[in-house]
Structures are given as structure tokens and as C-alpha cells.
T-cell receptor
Framework: AQKVTQAQTEISVVEKEDVTLDCVYE???????LFWYKQPPSGELVFLIR??????QNEISGRYSWNFQKSTSSFNFTITASQVVDSAVYFC????????????FGKGTTLSVSS | DAGVIQSPRHEVTEMGQEVTLRCKPI?????LFWYRQTMMRGLELLIY????????DSGMPEDRFSAKMPNASFSTLKIQPSEPRDSAVYFC??????????FGSGTRLTVV
């Protein structure tokens, strides 16, 4: 069975703090894909990153970085120097095929950044 | 590309009424998914299609829910009769091999 766990329900930080959102996944498949989505207060789901199981390199995009560790089945997301605009719900998701199956989502982590 | 288009954005209906949600996927995408988001259950898959054919409808809560995809550019999710517990945000998403999953803006359904 496939499962995504985001143990942090809510996180509150002050602007400019760094924050890490945890994601732990379960799958028996050797080929799988991990995703992060952002859901701002306006409600849409915004794609942030896709990572396949064969690529364990960390990725950095501006203030965002992702740490993928197969040994611990984790795909954590770090925001450096957080801003108020980062306030949103963040979802980690998993699928075992590039497009042939549905995404399985974690419950999400609500990030609140105050000024 | 205009992205995945859902309509209506908001729907308020009375219990017992029929509700139809609509989705236009991105042109060329051959997979279409319907998700429901609630506070209690998070984002859960209802049904998905490949080349207009339903592949997995195990997430459809009960017979009151039905989904169709008559062609590659249109899908509907129908609830008949609607109940207050159906109140949620319903998302449609589409994808194709080697691309990401793109979500529509969602339909916020309120059943009173």
C-alpha cells in the first residue's frame, strides 16, 4: 500500500525564519514519483516540484529546497528566510507511475508566517 | 494553454437537489482525475479516466455520485441527490505521460 504522512499539522514561524516541512512516504514500488504542492488561501493547488525515485539529488529553487532520502523514505521541504506570502497549506504526494495513476496526498501542513 | 477549467467556482444548493460539476482538461492530456477536499479527509481521489474511459472509481463514495467523460475535452461529476455531507471543494486534474499533474481552481460546493 502507498501512503504519505505529513506529521506536522500546523507550523507557525516569524518572517525570515527557516522552516522545514516533513514528508514520509510508504511504497513497495521501486519506481515512484514524489511531489509537493502549495495551496494558498485562494484555494488553488500549485505545483512546486516532482522528483523520481532514481534521483536522490537535492534540489534548490530560490528560497525553496528539497531533501530526498530513500534510506528514511523522506522528502522534506525547506523554506529559507520565510515570507508572509509563504503562508499556505503544503501537500506532499506520491504516485508510482509518471501519469498512469492518481496522486496520493498527505494530509497537508498549514504554514503560517507572521511579520 | 488556459489550464484545467472547472465550473462553477461556487455552488450552493439545497439538500436533495442534483448538482453537476464540470471540467475541461488541458488539451492533449489523456488522464483526468476528480478529487474531493474536506477538512476531515483531506484530498481524496474519487475517480479517474484514461482516454475517456473510467479506470478506477473505487473512491466514489456511493451511488449518488456519478462521473462521465463523453469526450477528451469534457468531464462531469454529478451528485444526485445531494446531501449536506457532500459539501467540499471538488478538484479536477489532468496529466499526460512525462508531464505534471495540473489542477483546476476547484468548485466549492455547499449543500444546505
Amino acid at each position: 500500500a502507498q501512503k504519505v504522512t505529513q506529521a506536522q499539522t500546523e507550523i507557525s514561524v516569524v518572517e525570515k525564519e527557516d522552516v522545514t516541512l516533513d514528508c514520509v512516504y510508504e511504497t513497495r514500488d521501486t519506481t515512484y514519483y514524489l511531489f509537493w504542492y502549495k495551496q494558498p488561501p485562494s484555494g488553488e493547488l500549485v505545483f512546486l516540484i516532482r522528483r523520481n525515485s532514481f534521483d536522490e539529488q537535492n534540489e534548490i529553487s530560490g528560497r525553496y529546497s528539497w531533501n530526498f532520502q530513500k534510506s528514511t523514505s523522506s522528502f522534506n521541504f525547506t523554506i529559507t528566510a520565510s515570507q508572509v506570502v509563504d503562508s499556505a497549506v503544503y501537500f506532499c504526494a506520491l504516485t508510482f507511475n509518471q501519469a498512469g495513476t492518481a496522486l496520493i496526498f498527505g494530509k497537508g501542513t498549514t504554514l503560517s508566517v507572521s511579520s | 494553454d488556459a489550464g484545467v477549467i472547472q465550473s462553477p467556482r461556487h455552488e450552493v444548493t439545497e439538500m436533495g437537489q442534483e448538482v453537476t460539476l464540470r471540467c475541461k482538461p488541458i488539451s492533449g492530456h489523456d488522464y483526468l482525475f476528480w478529487y474531493r477536499q474536506t477538512m476531515m479527509r483531506g484530498l481524496e481521489l474519487l475517480i479517474y479516466f484514461n482516454n475517456n474511459v473510467p479506470i478506477d472509481d473505487s473512491g466514489m463514495p456511493e451511488d449518488r455520485f456519478s462521473a462521465k467523460m463523453p469526450n477528451a475535452s469534457f468531464s462531469t461529476l454529478k451528485i444526485q441527490p445531494s446531501e449536506p455531507r457532500d459539501s467540499a471543494v471538488y478538484f479536477c486534474a489532468s496529466t499526460q505521460m512525462w508531464s505534471g499533474y495540473t489542477f483546476g481552481s476547484g468548485t466549492r460546493l455547499t449543500v444546505v
